[in-house]
């Protein structure tokens, strides 16, 4: 009797939940951050947190958009997968902005959802929502536990999913009856993925030809976009400019993937890029993209995006390869592995010297501009001071809007995975919630969110979590007043008809962030701003600042809808 007693307490101590499995396997997965909110679908995720003794640190945003945001963040500067737990229904919903962000922007997220019990499911139960079918279109891959046994097994692909190839989010839809479900036998949680083989390696065929393309070119001009970031390969980026000594130009997402201030760097391009980057690719004759993907905001009007030149594209998404601008020269693979056999390759060019020198007029005749006021702070400036202040070396998350432009054409970014905004979805909200991932995934480096005093309101709430985690994120708003880049666009656009884009109700920001026990400061001149402001961005605890700018400030140069990027206006001042 004594030998079954004992046998019994033993098949007890084997037997775990799924929710037990699910605490292992991100432990098995080197977690150290998880984003969560916990609501009725997942309380036995949450009860197993309890009763674990984790290896990773929960954080609790205080909303859903906040945890993916962060996630995000966290994602961007780390290269580790943004974890996410969120209760069933509104929880669910509530993710949907930042999961669409993140496929977007190819970062690596992998969300676990609650679910009401299996055999309630399709009932229209009390938070039920159908997540399966909501996030189909905008995650790379999204799977549904209706075993126990499976779920170690599905949490291991949702990672290698995710942060392979190119990245992307994954949701696990978990019910609550499997969270709740015992299982004694440890299942196998070996991958079973025989359709998911993404290419890495490029074609040495097709690296020859991009290497013969540029020894026959003289006005060769190259794109760098976030995938050289994602690749970790921004040195092989820069040993491939240093060799050949060509001009480059980044998208708004590959900022800090080449030095901001090496002189072949000619600016980001675009709707608000230089002149001499927007330039120099409608002149080139070689364009070589490595790592982008050819967005609206990158080419204007298609067809007067670079019109002369033959078009490489290096990317790991063969979907992407074609798919906007027409290219020549297609290689699909992992960036860091083309530019590893670039740089390997011999290529004997013809002299460039008249094509650089051209590149270089431009960038010295017509540099980013403004002009100071006498009343308020010019933004530009401002965000020129956040540089000085910070020695170029902080990690700026952005918000959507005028101000994000402003911080991608005024704070100068010389290293990867230190720009972080949001790129194809212009998510609003987003600057605050990722500054705190960012923190949390190097809480040494300096983390500033530049935001505008619209989007700040849209998930202001998470001074909170910086408070609660005594996170020393430093919350600049450059605050205008208005939408402004609505207002930009109304002025320049719709004869100056401001439909609900002004702003004159604002809460009092400092007063806003004392409240939260956040040290707050106001800069209504430019006079007040120098030595107290690089005081507060080098303390070691929260910082909002309200910094005033002029409300009419317009963010130049642009190229307007429908137009080719070199028909920009407000190159110059007073040029349109």
């Not at 028909?567 to 001042?573: D, F, L, Q």
Request: hydrophobic share 40%; aromatic share 8%.
């Amino acid at each position: 009797m004594k030998v079954e007693v004992e046998h019994s307490q033993e098949v007890i101590a084997n037997i775990k939940t799924g929710a037990d499995l699910l605490v292992e396997a991100l432990a098995e997965h080197e977690v150290d951050t998880v984003f969560g909110y916990p609501g009725g679908a997942v309380l036995p995720i949450y009860d197993a947190l309890y009763r674990h003794e984790s290896s990773f640190k929960h954080i609790l945003c205080r909303h859903e958009q906040g945890l993916i945001h962060a996630a995000e963040g966290y994602a961007r500067v780390s290269s580790k997968p943004g974890v996410v737990i969120a209760t069933s229904g509104p929880g669910a919903t509530n993710l949907i902005t930042g999961i669409t962000d993140a496929m977007m922007d190819s970062l690596p997220i992998v969300a676990f959802t609650g679910q009401v019990s299996t055999k309630v499911i399709g009932t229209d139960a009390f938070q039920e929502a159908d997540i399966i079918g909501l996030t189909t279109p905008i995650t790379k891959h999204n799977y549904q536990v209706t075993d126990v046994k499976d779920l170690k097994r599905i949490v291991k692909e949702a990672f290698h999913i995710a942060s392979t190839g190119r990245p992307g989010p994954v949701v696990v839809d978990i019910p609550k009856n499997i969270s709740e479900a015992a299982v004694e036998e440890a299942a196998d949680d070996a991958l079973r993925l025989p359709g998911y083989q993404p290419t890495t390696k490029p074609n040495p065929l097709q690296i020859s030809r991009l290497l013969e393309a540029l020894q026959k070119s003289e006005r060769p001009v190259v794109l760098t976009g976030a995938g050289v970031q994602f690749a970790k390969a921004s040195e092989e980026l820069r040993a491939f400019i240093k060799k050949y000594n060509l001009p480059v130009v980044s998208t708004l997402l590959g900022l800090g993937t080449f030095n901001a201030d090496d002189e072949n760097f000619l600016g980001m391009a675009g709707m608000h890029g230089t002149y001499a980057a927007n330039m120099a690719i409608h002149d080139a004759d070689l364009l070589i993209n490595i790592g982008a993907r050819f967005d609206d905001r990158l080419t204007g009007k298609i067809a007067d995006f670079s019109p002369r030149a033959r078009v490489a594209h290096i990317d790991i998404d063969p979907a992407e390869i074609g798919k906007n601008v027409e290219t020549q020269i297609p290689v699909v693979a992992d960036a860091k592995e083309a530019l590893e056999l670039l740089n390997a390759g011999q290529c004997e060019m013809k002299p460039i010297d008249s094509w650089r020198h051209k590149t270089q007029t431009d960038k010295e005749q017509n540099p980013l501009w403004y002009e100071h006021s006498d009343e308020l702070i010019s933004p530009q400036w401002f965000i020129e001071q956040v540089y000085k202040a910070t020695g170029g070396k902080a990690i700026v998350t952005t918000d959507v809007g005028q101000h994000q432009m402003w911080s991608a054409q005024f704070y100068k970014f010389n290293q990867p995975n230190h720009f972080v905004t949001s790129g194809g979805l212009g998510t609003m909200g987003f600057g605050l919630p990722a500054a705190i991932g960012a923190q949390l995934a190097f809480p040494d480096k300096t983390v500033v969110a530049v935001v505008g005093d619209g989007g700040f309101q849209m998930t202001m709430q998470e001074l909170a979590t910086l408070k609660q985690y005594n996170l020393p994120v430093k919350v600049v708003i450059v605050n205008n007043e208005a939408l402004g880049m609505v207002r930009q666009w109304q002025e320049k656009f719709y004869d100056e008809r401001y439909s609900e884009s002004l702003m004159h109700t604002n809460p009092d920001f400092v007063k806003l962030g004392e409240s939260f026990g956040v040290k707050s400061y106001r800069y209504t001149q430019e006079e007040e701003v120098s030595g107290e402001l690089k005081e507060a961005l080098q303390s070691n605890e929260p910082v909002l600042i309200d910094a005033r700018v002029v409300k009419l400030d317009l963010v130049y140069p642009m190229v307007p809808a429908g137009k080719g990027n070199h028909e920009m206006i407000g190159v110059r001042p007073c040029s349109e």
